[in-house]
């Protein structure tokens, strides 16, 4: 049985940092590729970063890159997404999600967290 479990979102003020964890139930651990996606009020839900089982292929997306990094750890079997320089514009509901596939693509992904908020005034 697959389990995603996010925390770490909040509120902050623009410039600001949070870091999202997702802890994940063993057998996501060592056979899935991690992503971590956001969705904004009226919005459609956006990759943000995705990261392989090995943790060697981390990527983030043209919008956040060089402001949000996403890192994994095996040994506790949680998956991270580190944010600084916070601007409003990322104020969302942060889901993390385990898939097959590294791919920016929310559909391919068959687990998926409860999601964590954060809001940047």
């Known amino acids: 049985h697959v389990q995603l479990v996010e925390s770490g979102g909040g509120s902050v003020q623009a410039g600001g940092s949070l870091r999202l964890s997702c802890v994940a139930s063993?057998?996501?651990?060592?056979?899935?590729?991690m992503g971590w996606f956001r969705q904004g009020p009226g919005k459609e839900r956006e990759g943000v970063g995705v990261?392989?089982?090995?943790?060697?292929?981390?990527h983030v997306s043209d919008s956040v890159k060089g402001r949000f990094t996403i890192s994994r750890d095996k040994g506790k079997s949680t998956t991270y997404l580190q944010m600084n320089s916070l601007k409003p514009e990322d104020t969302a509901m942060y889901y993390c999600?385990?898939?097959?596939?590294?791919?920016?693509?929310?559909?391919?992904?068959?687990?998926w967290g409860q999601g964590t908020q954060v809001t940047v005034s």
């Open positions: 990261i392989n089982p090995g943790g060697s292929g981390a």
């Open positions: 999600a385990a898939g097959p596939f590294c791919t920016w693509r929310p559909d391919v992904y068959d687990y």
């Open positions: 063993q057998y996501v651990r060592t056979a899935f590729c």
